[in-house]
């Protein structure tokens, strides 16, 4: 059962950033973060101690008050939290590895001696009246015993848990048996965050959050390390269109902000990516135009004007009469419509590519192509 009160928590400049080749310069982060919470995101995640800028960027945000939207992510270290709360913030999410791969080949720590650790440092960080959030690094190849025993010795300590699907490895139904099992065995709110690693983020995230997870972790345009993360955009619309699930967001800043984070990043949104890929609204087919033309919702789910966005009806060597006569009225014969059609196809085939209303306007300006 989906929650009435779900929580989104935006990692984009952070999970997002370590995309490897992504730099967002100080003004870009604040502008990103400033659209973030006008669109309605809960939480933003920072990780202030990977660099001076970082701290810099952190102790400007906390002096102009966002201490209740942005949390910063501290590793178990009692230096990180000491110097979380000197910056000024309020939360914290602490994290640390969960699984016996992590704690054998990376930390080199027992399960016992992991879980004294993330006591020890909890208790220190609550002491010094910080809240805190927790998330379990390859939660999703942990033992289940341990991660259940893990969670609930948190209880009454944490805000909330995130476990990680850190390699993307679960499928759906696998991520909604473990999100149903933890939300059962534990007392704990429970949220969850996936990577992308065989492209089912978003509908892993789709299933914990059905399963009745209370938060879930994603990026715009789904930015992330090697393959990604849940793309947040997919995520608020398949709940509203596909699951009636409608969230108090600004449904129609979706575009702009995913606009802004493919600019400021660099890394571009595949052409056909859902939701906000630059072929999402665009129409070629003649016979998919003519079904536009008659009823948008024949070839479209949802209004894009919903996020912000207009639909585009392109010119290729796929298209008919109809896409000209939405461009051009009675203006022309039926005859004259299928001469000019014949020219498009031809010019559209020789450049391999689709042609733009203007580019088609200009073509018949003088009654024949514009080169």
Do not use: W
Not at 133 to 158: C, P, Q, V
Not at 160 to 186: A, H, Q, R, S, V
Not at 230 to 253: G, P, R, T, W
Not at 358 to 367: D, I, K, L, Y
């Amino acid at each position: 059962m989906i929650k009435d009160e779900l929580l989104i928590y935006d990692t984009t400049l952070r999970d997002g950033e370590q995309m490897p080749g992504v730099v967002f310069s100080l003004d870009q982060k604040r502008e990103l973060i400033d659209k973030s919470l006008n669109f309605g995101v809960d939480i933003i995640d920072l990780m202030p101690f990977v660099s001076e800028s970082e701290m810099r960027l952190a102790e400007n945000l906390m002096n102009d008050g966002y201490q209740k939207k942005i949390i910063s992510a501290t590793p178990l270290k009692k230096d990180f939290i000491d110097k979380a709360k000197k910056i000024g913030f309020e939360k914290l999410i602490m994290f640390t590895s969960v699984s016996d791969i992590h704690l054998q080949k990376k930390l080199n720590l027992s399960r016992e001696e992991n879980l004294e650790k993330t006591l020890r440092l909890i208790d220190y960080a609550r002491n010094n009246d910080l809240s805190i959030a927790f998330a379990g690094e390859d939660s999703t190849r942990a033992d289940i015993s341990y991660l259940i025993d893990f969670i609930n010795s948190l209880n009454g300590k944490i805000d909330y848990f995130l476990p990680c699907d850190t390699l993307g490895i679960l499928t759906p139904n696998e991520t909604y048996e473990f999100i149903k099992m933890l939300k059962n065995e534990t007392d704990v709110k429970i949220g969850l965050h996936c990577h992308n690693d065989f492209g089912q983020a978003t509908a892993n995230t789709l299933a914990g959050i059905v399963a009745g997870a209370d938060i879930f972790s994603g990026t715009f345009t789904g930015i992330g390390e090697r393959c990604g993360n849940a793309s947040i955009e997919e995520v608020v619309m398949s709940l509203l269109i596909q699951y009636d699930k409608k969230l108090n967001l600004n449904y129609n800043m979706l575009t702009s902000i995913c606009n802004k984070v493919e600019e400021y990043s660099g890394i571009k949104m595949q052409r056909h990516k859902a939701v906000c890929g630059e072929n999402a609204f665009s129409h070629e087919s003649g016979l998919h135009v003519d079904g536009i033309l008659k009823d948008p919702l024949n070839y479209e789910i949802y209004n894009p004007e919903i996020i912000g966005r207009k639909r585009k009806i392109l010119f290729g060597k796929h298209s008919g009469i109809s896409s000209l006569k939405y461009l051009f009225g009675d203006k022309f014969s039926n005859e004259e419509y299928s001469n000019m059609l014949k020219q498009v196809k031809e010019f559209a085939e020789s450049q391999k590519r689709t042609l733009f209303e203007s580019e088609v306007r200009r073509m018949f300006v003088n009654g024949g192509i514009v080169k």
